[in-house]
């Protein structure tokens, strides 16, 4: 494979999950593929702003007038790490450690894992300190 197939980068992976989905898609298909779709459609907007405490508080000004039902609760799971580039598609540990810790974060939560550079981590901790949601 050419050294133009195939890129390797340092880069923040970002998985999300929407609690309760699953069991959501069992009673009424149609209201868990809605709300996957406003899920999606949320934050989009938000993910140029590479803050998943912006995700977080987004979602829970949203939750605060609509029903239980309707509510969409994520949790959210960071890892910085080594990935591949290839084929429009990303692989490589950094994508695997993000897509275990994402199961990690609570509701309305999220999960990093902390052996970041000195920089990234003093940028998060600060991030974590200033926001009122569970980390």
């Given at each position: 494979?050419?050294?133009?197939?195939?890129?390797?980068?340092?880069?923040?992976?970002?998985?999300?999950?929407?609690?309760?989905?699953?069991?959501l898609s069992q009673r009424d298909?149609?209201?868990?593929?809605?709300?996957?779709?406003?899920?999606?459609?949320?934050?989009?907007?938000?993910?140029p702003r590479f803050h998943a405490?912006?995700?977080?508080?987004?979602?829970?000004?949203?939750?605060?007038?609509?029903?239980?039902?309707?509510?969409?609760?994520?949790?959210?799971?960071?890892?910085?790490?080594?990935?591949?580039?290839?084929?429009?598609?990303?692989?490589?540990?950094?994508?695997?450690?993000?897509?275990?810790?994402?199961?990690?974060?609570?509701?309305?939560?999220?999960?990093?894992?902390?052996?970041?550079?000195?920089?990234?981590?003093?940028?998060?901790?600060?991030?974590?300190?200033?926001?009122?949601?569970?980390?």
């Amino acid at each position: 494979m050419s050294s133009l197939a195939e890129q390797r980068k340092l880069a923040a992976i970002m998985f999300t999950d929407m609690v309760g989905y699953s069991a959501l898609s069992q009673r009424d298909d149609k209201l868990a593929l809605e709300l996957l779709e406003e899920h999606r459609r949320l934050l989009r907007e938000i993910f140029p702003r590479f803050h998943a405490t912006e995700i977080q508080r987004a979602l829970a000004k949203r939750n605060t007038d609509v029903s239980v039902d309707r509510r969409i609760e994520v949790k959210i799971g960071i890892h910085i790490g080594d990935v591949v580039h290839r084929a429009g598609d990303v692989y490589g540990d950094g994508v695997n450690i993000a897509s275990r810790i994402e199961p990690l974060a609570g509701a309305a939560g999220f999960a990093c894992r902390w052996t970041l550079n000195a920089r990234f981590a003093t940028r998060w901790a600060r991030v974590l300190k200033s926001s009122r949601l569970r980390s």
